[in-house]
């Protein structure tokens, strides 16, 4: 696609469920990143992926969280047993990859409310 | 450790004045600067970055920045603000020796009143 697609836009659950959301970054980018954003602060450094691989997932707040990209495109992030401090808007962008001097390119975002 | 300061909350302008949007950045290597605007409920958009070379760049919608090294700082500019520039902006450092992440800071409410 054009840009940078994330779904759900929205997603409303319950504490101590099981969520999943897509990331399909701009075909070609070699590089992807999650972000997370709560209300009132920049965006958050998640974890980023260079091809299939997770290149720096130091910013994963703990294992509850995890990331994948199997085939280098398309990217889910898993966040398990759920809590109300995980509700946030979830950012991914993507980037051409080695060599790029750093624009990333951002998705509209995942709105996660957790009650 | 990387690490961006955006001293001001909210700047409040009237249309057609000039506006400045502040942010000082701590970097070990050499800095890539970036700007990004976000207005409600969209994601972030690309304004302009600071790789090399002249330290004012010019970028979209009229905005440009200006990087002092000395100061460390890359302060957004717009000589004629508009009612529509109103959003949230933010500034972000990426060490140019790295392929990673880029840090932002927390943002500046940018408010233009007519």
């Known amino acids: 696609g054009a840009g940078v697609s994330q779904t759900p836009s929205n997603k409303v659950t319950e504490k101590g469920k099981y969520v999943e959301l897509r990331c399909d970054p701009i075909?070609?980018?070699?590089?992807l990143y999650w972000y997370r954003q709560s209300l009132g602060q920049g965006p958050e450094f998640l974890i980023y992926f260079q091809g299939t691989g997770a290149a720096d997932d130091s910013g994963l707040p703990n294992d509850r969280f995890f990331a994948v990209r199997p085939e280098g495109s398309v990217s889910t992030l898993k966040i398990q047993r759920t809590e109300r401090g995980d509700s946030a808007v979830y950012l991914c962008a993507s980037s051409p990859g080695l060599g790029n001097t750093g624009e990333l390119f951002f998705g509209e975002g995942s709105r996660l409310t957790v009650l | 450790a990387q690490s961006v300061a955006q001293p001001e909350d909210q700047v409040n302008v009237a249309e057609g004045n000039p506006l400045t949007v502040k942010c000082t950045y701590s970097v070990s290597g050499n800095p890539y600067l970036f700007w990004y605007v976000q207005y409600p409920n969209r994601g972030l958009q690309f304004l302009l970055k600071y790789i090399t070379g002249d330290n004012l760049v010019k970028g979209s919608y009229g905005f440009e920045a200006e990087f002092n090294k000395s100061q460390t700082s890359f302060h957004l500019k717009k000589p004629s603000a508009l009612v529509s520039d109103s959003a949230l902006y933010f500034c972000?450092?990426?060490?140019?020796?790295?392929?990673?992440?880029?840090?932002f800071g927390k943002g500046t409410k940018l408010s233009v009143k007519p």
């Open positions: 075909s070609g980018h070699t590089a």
């Open positions: 972000a450092v990426r060490d140019g020796g790295s392929q990673g992440n880029l840090i």
